[in-house]
C-alpha cells in the first residue's frame, strides 16, 4: 500500500523494553520472596516489551489513527515518534521536524493562566517567542476563551482545559502532528468546530498520527489505522478493515 | 547540540523559570513587592533573633546575616524545588524530547530572579554604609554557586525518582545545613571540637566567598575560588552526562 506516496516516517523491528523500574521502598525490601514475584506479576514490569518488533511505514498525507486497548502501546509508540523515547533494537528513521504533542491537557500548570501555558507548550514544542506570540490570537480566538484566558487554568472547567488544548494543538503546527486523545472537546458545536479545523490541518501537515478510543474521531478523520495489542502491530490497512477487527 | 537546539532549551529554561515565579505571587494583594518583601522579612527576624535576644552587635555580624540569609534562601529554595522537579514535571519528563536537567535548573534560575532583587536591596545598603564590592570576586561567586546548586539540584532530583524519601530527608538537611553554616553566627566562634562541620561544608565557603566579595574585600583568595569553579563545572557537567544515560530509567520510574 502507499508505494506511490513519499516514504517520511519509518519504523524498523523497533523493539522497546521498559526501563527496569528500580524505585526502592523497604515495604518491597521486605516482602518474601513469594510476595514480591506477585508484586511484580500484577504490574506493568511483567511484561518486558512495550513494544515488540514493530515495523510501520509513515508515507506523506498519511492520517494514521492508532486504536487498541489500554496498554497496548499506543502512547509507547506516540514517545518513540516524538524521539522521548529511543528504541532499545530497531531502527527509527524520520525526514520530518518531529512535533511533540501527546497528552496536550497534562502539560497544563494549573496555577499559571491560560495565556502563560500557551507561553509554556509553545516553548515545549520548541517554538519561540514571536512563533508563540503569531498564534495567540488564533488560539484564544478558536478556543472562545475570552477574559478567561487571563485567569488560572485551576479555574477552568474540563471543557475549556479541553478546548484550549485542542486549539494550541492544532495552531502551532509541524511537518508531524502526534494527538493523543486531545479530541474528546466538549460540546457538539465546538466538536464540529474541530473536525473543521482538522480538515484544514490535514491539508498542511505531512503526517498526522491520532491516538483515540473514539471509533467516530478514527472513521471521520483518518486514511489508515493501525490495530496495537500488547506491543505488536495486529493490523495495518484501511480504517474500516482495522475497526472491524479492533471490535 | 546545533544553535537550534540550544535557544529552544535556553527559551524553556527561561519560560519555566519566569512563570513558575509569576505564578507564585498571581493573586497576592502585594503581587512582585514579595520578592523583596520576603527576604527583608527574613533579614529583620535573624538580625532580632542575633542582635537583641543573643546581644551580638556590629553592623558587621548584620550585614554578614543579610548577605547569609539572602543566599540560603536562593539555594534552600533552589535545592528543595529542584528536588521534586523531575516529579512535578512528570508529563513534560515523560512526553517532550528535551534535556531533563533543564528541569531543575529551571528552579534554580527562577530562585536567582529573587534572588536578584534581594540582591540589589542588600548592595544598595551595603554602598550605603561604605563597602564596595570586589566585583571580579563576586562574579565568581555567582558562577560558583550558580553551578554548585545546579549540580546538587540535579543530582537530588535524579536520587528522588528512585528513591522517593530523598524529598523528605533534603527539607531535614536543608534545615540542618541551616544552622551548621556560618550565616547567623561567625566561623570564628564555632569551637574547635567542631571546625570539621565548617570545613567540610561546601556552603560555608560558598558564604565566605560572598562575605568576602562584599564586606571584607582584603580577604579574597582567587585561587580558591577558581578551584571551586572548576570543582563545580566538573561536577555539573558529570551530572548531566549521567542524565542522560539513565534518562530511560528515569522517565520508566518517574
Request: hydrophobic content about 45%.
Amino acid at each position: 500500500m502507499n508505494n506511490d506516496k513519499k516514504l517520511v516516517v519509518e519504523l524498523e523491528n523497533v523493539t522497546l523494553k521498559y526501563a527496569q523500574s528500580t524505585s526502592f521502598n523497604l515495604k518491597r525490601f521486605f516482602l518474601s520472596k513469594h510476595e514480591r514475584k506477585r508484586v511484580v506479576s500484577n504490574s506493568n514490569a511483567s511484561r518486558e516489551d512495550a513494544l515488540s518488533d514493530v515495523s510501520i511505514k509513515f508515507y506523506e498525507g498519511d492520517i494514521v489513527g492508532i486504536v487498541g486497548r489500554n496498554g497496548a502501546g499506543k502512547s509507547t509508540i506516540c514517545k518513540v515518534l516524538s524521539g522521548v523515547l529511543e528504541p532499545t533494537t530497531g531502527k527509527f528513521h524520520s525526514n520530518l521536524g518531529i512535533g511533540a504533542l501527546l497528552s496536550l491537557k497534562s502539560f497544563f500548570t494549573k496555577e499559571l493562566s491560560g495565556l502563560d501555558n500557551i507561553y509554556l507548550i509553545g516553548a515545549l514544542l520548541g517554538k519561540n517567542k514571536k512563533e508563540i506570540e503569531d498564534k495567540i490570537e488564533d488560539i484564544i480566538d478558536f478556543s472562545e476563551l475570552g477574559d478567561s484566558i487571563h485567569k488560572p487554568t485551576e479555574t477552568y472547567s474540563s471543557g475549556m482545559v479541553s478546548r484550549l488544548a485542542f486549539s494550541i494543538a492544532t495552531s502551532y503546527r509541524s511537518d508531524i502532528l502526534i494527538i493523543d486523545e486531545v479530541l474528546s472537546v466538549g460540546d457538539k458545536y465546538f466538536k464540529e468546530k474541530c473536525n473543521t479545523r482538522m480538515k484544514s490541518i490535514m491539508k498542511e501537515s505531512k503526517l498526522i498520527i491520532i491516538v483515540s478510543h473514539s471509533d467516530s474521531d478514527i472513521k471521520n478523520m483518518c486514511n489508515r489505522a493501525i490495530y496495537l495489542d500488547k506491543g505488536q502491530v495486529i493490523m495495518d490497512g484501511s480504517v474500516d478493515e482495522v475497526m472491524n477487527k479492533y471490535k | 547540540m546545533n544553535k537550534k537546539a540550544i535557544s529552544r532549551n535556553l527559551y524553556i529554561l527561561y519560560t519555566l523559570a519566569h512563570l513558575k515565579k509569576k505564578a507564585k505571587v498571581r493573586g497576592t494583594l502585594f503581587g512582585y513587592f514579595w520578592w523583596i518583601i520576603e527576604p527583608m522579612m527574613l533579614i529583620a527576624l535573624y538580625s532580632y533573633v542575633v542582635g537583641m535576644i543573643f546581644g551580638h552587635k556590629g553592623t558587621d555580624q548584620i550585614l554578614m546575616i543579610a548577605v547569609g540569609v539572602t543566599l540560603w534562601k536562593w539555594w534552600s529554595m533552589s535545592m528543595s524545588s529542584g528536588t521534586k522537579s523531575f516529579r512535578r514535571y512528570k508529563d513534560i519528563v515523560c512526553q517532550v524530547k528535551m534535556p531533563l536537567p533543564i528541569l531543575p535548573a529551571s528552579e534554580v534560575f527562577g530562585e536567582s530572579y529573587m534572588f536578584f532583587f534581594a540582591y540589589l536591596l542588600l548592595q544598595t545598603a551595603l554602598l550605603y554604609l561604605g563597602f564596595v564590592p570586589d566585583v571580579l570576586a563576586l562574579l565568581l561567586s555567582f558562577a560558583i554557586s550558580t553551578l554548585a546548586v545546579s549540580a546538587l539540584s540535579l543530582a537530588l532530583a535524579m536520587l528522588n525518582v528512585f528513591i522517593r524519601d530523598t524529598d523528605f530527608l533534603v527539607k531535614f538537611g536543608l534545615r540542618i545545613l541551616f544552622y551548621i553554616t556560618p550565616i547567623i553566627y561567625p566561623a570564628s566562634r564555632v569551637p574547635e571540637n567542631f571546625q570539621f562541620l565548617i570545613e567540610l561544608n561546601p556552603f560555608a565557603y560558598l558564604i565566605t566567598y560572598y562575605n568576602n566579595a562584599l564586606i571584607y574585600t582584603d580577604r579574597v583568595e582567587y585561587g580558591n575560588m577558581f578551584y571551586a569553579l572548576v570543582v563545580s563545572a566538573i561536577a555539573l557537567f558529570l551530572l548531566v552526562r549521567l542524565c542522560k544515560k539513565i534518562t530511560p530509567q528515569i522517565i520508566r520510574n518517574v
